[in-house]
C-alpha cells in the first residue's frame, strides 16, 4: 500500500502509516500533518471510504489550524518568532554577523539566495545556540547524579521533545529553540534522570524533581503550547 496519498476530494498531503493496531484511525495535527493510521488487514478501498465519511471534519480542522496556529517559518525579514522564548524580529544584515539580541534575531544573509539558504544558515545558528545553552546544563547535572556515559544530539522531531536511550544518548528536538528556558532547561533535565532511572518509575520522578522542582509548570506549558510550537518546523 503506498504510504502517502491526497486526501479524496480535498487534495491534502496524508500520510499512510501501518500499526499493530485493530482499528483505522485519523489524525490532524496543528501543523495540519495527516495521518492515517491502519491495521494490515485493512484494504485500501476501506481507507478511501473511511476517509470520506470524515472529509467535512478534516476540512474544519484544516481551516481552524491555518488561521489559529503559525506556519512553518521561512526566517523572512520581518518576520517575529519566540525564539528561546523571547519574541524576537527577524532582521536581515550583510555586514552584521548571525545575532540574537534582546529583541532581534540579527541574520547575516550575505551571498545568500535562496529561502532555503536562508532557512538552513538561521536553523544552523539556532541549533548552535541550543547546544550552548543545553551542554553545560547536561554535564553538570550528570555530574550532580554521576552518570558516567553519555552521548549529546539534536534532531528535528514531530512527536518527542527529547529521549534517552538504553546506552544514555540523549536527544533533544530542535524546535527547543522556540520553547522558553524554563521548558528547555525541564526537557534536558527530564533526559538527564533517564541516564540514572530508564522509566517513569516513582525513582524517576523522584530524582527528576530534586532536580527541577517546578517541572510540573513546564510540563503543562508543553501540554498547552508544543503541538503548535512545533508548526514553526514543520
Avoid at 476517509?51 to 518576520?79: A, C, I, M, Q
Avoid at 519566540?82 to 540579527?106: C, W
Wanted: charged letters at 30%.
Amino acid at each position: 500500500m503506498k504510504s502517502k496519498i491526497d486526501y479524496p476530494g480535498l487534495g491534502y498531503p496524508c500520510e499512510l502509516i501501518q500499526n499493530k493496531g485493530k482499528n483505522v484511525s485519523l489524525s490532524v495535527y496543528p501543523n495540519n500533518r495527516i495521518v492515517i493510521r491502519y491495521p494490515k488487514s485493512v484494504s485500501f478501498k476501506f481507507i478511501l471510504e473511511f476517509l470520506e465519511e470524515r472529509k467535512s471534519w478534516v476540512k474544519e480542522r484544516y481551516n481552524k489550524n491555518k488561521t489559529h496556529n503559525p506556519k512553518r517559518t521561512e526566517f523572512n525579514d520581518g518576520e517575529i518568532l519566540p525564539i528561546f522564548g523571547v519574541h524576537r524580529k527577524i532582521s536581515y544584515s550583510v555586514s552584521e554577523k548571525t545575532k540574537l539580541t534582546e529583541n532581534l534575531f540579527i541574520l547575516n544573509i550575505k551571498g545568500l539566495r535562496s529561502e532555503q539558504g536562508r532557512t538552513k544558515r538561521a536553523l544552523k545558528f539556532l541549533k548552535e545556540e541550543l547546544e550552548n545553552r543545553s551542554i553545560p546544563v547536561i554535564e553538570k547535572k550528570i555530574a550532580e547524579i554521576g552518570t558516567k556515559r553519555y552521548s549529546f544530539t539534536i534532531k528535528s522531531m514531530r512527536s518527542l521533545w527529547g529521549s534517552c536511550s538504553p546506552r544514555n544518548k540523549i536527544t533533544l528536538n530542535l524546535a527547543l529553540i522556540f520553547c522558553p528556558e524554563f521548558v528547555l532547561r525541564y526537557v534536558i533535565l527530564h533526559e538527564v534522570s533517564h541516564t540514572k532511572e530508564h522509566n517513569h518509575s516513582k525513582k524517576f520522578w523522584s530524582l527528576l524533581e530534586s532536580l527541577d522542582p517546578d517541572y510540573e509548570i513546564a510540563e503543562k506549558w508543553i501540554k498547552t503550547n508544543g503541538q503548535k510550537i512545533l508548526c514553526y518546523l514543520f
